[in-house]
């Protein structure tokens, strides 16, 4: 029996309707200098196989599997038996032999914070954090996970002192994900945070560079809408406001009593433009996102005196919505206005465009830009191997 066989069994799960394979490896195929990343979304687990090449990273292989919202909550998976099997029978079907994979976790149980310690060793630090981390985190100690990483060149703090910025969670949210993995029969070579998988897609992508001003990044999924604005390479600011696709979609189904089919169809041809018959249904949901993303710039602006904006950039489902860029850009503008002295900024939708590509993949792999970005970005933590 393979290694294959032995840690990842038959399984007799069909994928659902609507899934997106690249291809399927060969029994014989050679996997060797590739590494591979997962994204478990509310409305899609999304899979990213990359290839290092003498040039750098390539996309070799993906997946895109729909998966229905009800199996993830607030970024914990909630019957992680049924989602194992679904990415057991999606790595299956892609042939796939890793058994080490890179991840991510999202959501409003993700807490962030920044705080100044003393200028001390990474040892140190890491033994004052296990005191720091309760102290800023409201999670009983004993149920809490937590990460920080010291964040260079921030101005403004005592010459003595060092910023650091805080992540943590519940582990049981993390524990779902482990166990979701431990039943695919794969292993995390870490679990990051969602938005910091997407900013090193970014970077590999050539859209952001290291040392750049501030910038937003809006990351529109199936049922959340997660807002980041990211300096010195972590988020200074992150929340997850309530509205996603799947409230769109919700509220066309209800107000034009049509089929959710045909509600995903007239997101994806009409978009958010102002038509007569969808504007009423989705308008609230719409503006009330735009508060959100405009009140998290103008917080970050007043806490930030001096700072300026320097890019929005949209990834996930949404961002493949027509007119919703143009619409978030009008909004952001007016927020802007008479805080910063720049020309006037646009949301670009970010997708695969600078990434080297397998040839196979395309062109169906284009549609799926931008919901890749966190799988690829896990897949891409590790660099290329020896």
């Known amino acids: 029996m393979s290694l294959l066989e032995r840690f990842r069994p038959a399984t007799h799960i069909s994928l659902p309707q609507g899934s997106s394979i690249g291809f399927r490896w060969g029994t014989l195929s050679r996997q060797r200098r590739t590494s591979v990343g997962i994204d478990f979304g509310a409305g899609a687990l999304k899979v990213a196989q ?20 009800g199996r993830m909550e607030e970024g914990a998976i909630k019957d992680p038996i049924t989602v194992g099997e679904l990415l057991k029978a999606t790595l299956a079907e892609m042939g796939l032999t890793q058994m080490m994979v890179g991840s991510s976790v999202g959501g409003p149980n993700i807490l962030v914070r920044h705080i100044n310690l003393p200028k001390v060793s990474e040892q140190d630090m890491r033994a004052a954090m296990k005191f720091e981390a309760p102290q800023h985190l409201p999670i009983p100690e004993d149920q809490m996970v937590y990460d920080f990483t010291p964040v260079p060149d921030v101005t403004g703090i005592p010459e003595h002192q060092t910023a650091v910025f805080l992540c943590g969670t ?30 090193r ?18 990351d529109f999924g199936e049922l959340g809408t997660r807002i980041s604005i990211m300096r010195h390479g972590v988020p200074m600011l992150s929340r997850t406001v309530p509205t996603g ?11 034009l009593q049509i089929p959710a089919v045909e509600a995903e169809q007239h997101l994806r041809t009409k978009g958010v433009a102002d038509d007569v018959d969808l504007a009423p249904a989705i308008g609230p949901w719409l503006s009330q996102l735009m508060e959100s993303i405009s009140r998290s710039i103008e917080f970050f602006l007043i806490q930030n005196r001096g700072a300026t904006l320097g890019r929005v950039y949209m990834v996930g489902g949404g961002a493949m919505l027509p007119h919703l860029a143009e619409t978030l850009s009008a ?3 007016g927020v802007l206005a008479g805080r910063q002295e720049v020309e006037p900024l646009r949301v670009q939708p970010v997708g695969l465009s600078g990434l080297d590509l397998n040839p196979d993949l395309l062109p169906k792999v284009t549609e799926y830009g931008s919901i890749l970005l966190g799988a690829l970005g896990s897949a891409l933590r590790e660099g290329m191997p020896e």
């Open 50 to 69: 990359i290839r290092w090449t003498r040039q750098g990273a390539r996309l070799e292989n993906y997946a895109v599997v729909p998966m229905d919202p």
């Open 331 to 333: 909004s952001i503008q």
């Open 245 to 255: 696709l799947h409230h769109l979609r919700t509220a066309l189904v209800d107000s």
């Open 170 to 199: 519940h582990k049981k949210l993390i524990d779902t994900h482990l166990a979701a993995m431990t039943r695919a029969g794969v292993r995390p070579t870490a679990i990051e945070l969602d938005c910091l998988t997407t900013l």
């Open 201 to 218: 897609s970014l970077e590999a992508l050539g859209v952001v560079q290291t040392g750049q001003a501030p910038f937003a990044l809006l």
